[in-house]
């Protein structure tokens, strides 16, 4: 392994059936007024909200409401969360959904006491609040598995007036003190946010997988990760309350993406980044954005990495090599990756969401390039990627 690291993870988790046993004791460490961040609604229709607010009234804390987070978490909502948290005073945000609330409660935290624009500063000029900024300590109840959101520093925030959905990693100032992850809270997911969900972990491995050339033990953990979601999904498709199926996948989805994997390599993205083009432009549901375009570019791509995605096909996809050239068990992993998705059952093709012939210049215009992976992207090779995708 040759990359330099530091690694550390502040968030202590709590995972099971009897997670939520915990809130109470860790609400315990925080000020007394709580904002509490949720969605659309789908916690009080499924009975997490009772159960939260409940524990937040036996701990004695004032709540604020703070409802109406949208999928894909726009720049207008996070300005008004800011608000809310300052009128209010307000000590410590409890997050209560997936990863569009979780993300957006970062954005809170941050925004509540900055002088200045939250969104130019930290997203689209990707500067780290100053040290010894006021920043609130979040907290998390993951009802949606995918994102990660619940261990990491991610936060993704969305401006349609500027066409751009920006993700912006803070550091663990800004990362959940602790989340709470009971696999039975996802049972309610409509099957479409189920499947976008898993193939958004996929991505999220194979976003990290996909880059460096050197012997590296994140990329045997990741294989192992990859394996397990395999494995569980094919269950979870088609029996979606087996507790065991959904509690590896809930498990793996944290380990994807909580800063872990990434230790020592480049990593890709640019998966993510046609993705969350793709998603300013159609709002579109953030998994479904990356399962559209992943065939296409990893097709793309796999010539610059060939001796990468041939040990992806064996060990993660049992591909037989006798007989074969390097090049055709790469390909031949890349089909299989394919007859998965089509399996669970992720949106295949880029015009399922809206994408048309006419926005390809946009998407393009709105896509940041890494160069961080196997082959560093032009903007006609976007344009192209999309526009097989669709
Ligand atoms: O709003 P409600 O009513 O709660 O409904 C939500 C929403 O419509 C629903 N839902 C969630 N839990 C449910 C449920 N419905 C029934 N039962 C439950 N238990 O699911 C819908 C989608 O929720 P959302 O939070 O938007 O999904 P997800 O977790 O996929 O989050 C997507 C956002 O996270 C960002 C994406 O870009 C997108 O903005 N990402 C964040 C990352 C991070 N923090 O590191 C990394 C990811 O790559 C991603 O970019
Ligand atoms: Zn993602």
């Not at 939520?20 to 961040?37: I, M, N, R, T």
Request: one cysteine or more; aromatic letters at 8%.
């Amino acid at each position: 392994m040759l990359g330099n690291f530091s690694y550390s993870n502040p968030t202590r988790l709590h995972f099971g059936k009897d997670a939520l046993d915990a809130l109470k004791s860790e609400l315990a460490a925080f000020g007394p007024v709580v904002q509490l961040c949720y969605g659309g609604g789908s916690i009080k229709r499924n009975g997490i909200y009772d159960k939260v607010v409940a524990a937040l009234a036996e701990a004695g804390k004032t709540v604020v409401e703070d409802a109406g987070v949208m999928p894909n978490p726009t720049v207008d909502k996070l300005r008004e969360g800011a608000r809310i948290a300052r009128e209010n005073n307000v000590d410590f945000i409890l997050a209560v959904g997936g990863g569009s609330t979780i993300d957006y409660a970062k954005g809170v935290s941050v925004a509540a006491h900055f002088d200045g624009d939250a969104w130019e500063t930290f997203y689209k000029q990707q500067q780290a609040p100053a040290p010894g900024a006021r920043i609130l300590p979040v907290g998390a109840v993951l009802t949606m598995v995918g994102t990660g959101s619940e261990m990491n520093g991610g936060s993704v925030i969305t401006n349609h007036e500027e066409g751009l959905k920006i993700g912006k990693v803070f550091d663990e100032r800004v990362m959940p003190r602790f989340a709470i992850l009971n696999p039975e809270f996802t049972y309610t997911l409509p099957r479409y946010q189920m499947v976008a969900g898993f193939f958004d972990i996929m991505s999220h491995l194979m976003e990290q997988y996909f880059s460096n050339d050197d012997d590296n033990t994140s990329d045997y953990l990741n294989e192992g990760l990859m394996r397990s979601l395999v494995s569980a999904t094919r269950i979870a498709v088609t029996e979606p309350e087996n507790y065991e199926a959904r509690s590896n996948i809930m498990w793996t989805a944290t380990w994807a993406l909580n800063t872990l994997l990434k230790c020592g390599k480049r990593q890709d993205w640019m998966v993510h980044m046609i993705g969350q083009a793709i998603g300013a432009q159609t709002n579109a549901t953030h998994g479904m954005t990356l399962s559209a375009v992943s065939l296409a570019y990893y097709r793309h791509v796999l010539p610059y990495g060939e001796r990468k995605f041939a040990r992806f096909a064996e060990i993660v996809w049992g591909v037989r090599t006798e007989g074969k050239t390097q090049r055709e068990v790469a390909e031949a992993g890349i089909d299989a990756l394919e007859a998965w998705m089509k399996e669970i059952g992720v949106v295949m093709r880029a015009s399922e969401l809206g994408v048309t012939e006419a926005m390809l210049d946009a998407v393009a215009d709105s896509t940041i390039i890494f160069d961080s992976g196997y082959h560093q992207l032009t903007r006609e090779e976007v344009i192209d990627i999309v526009r097989k995708s669709l």
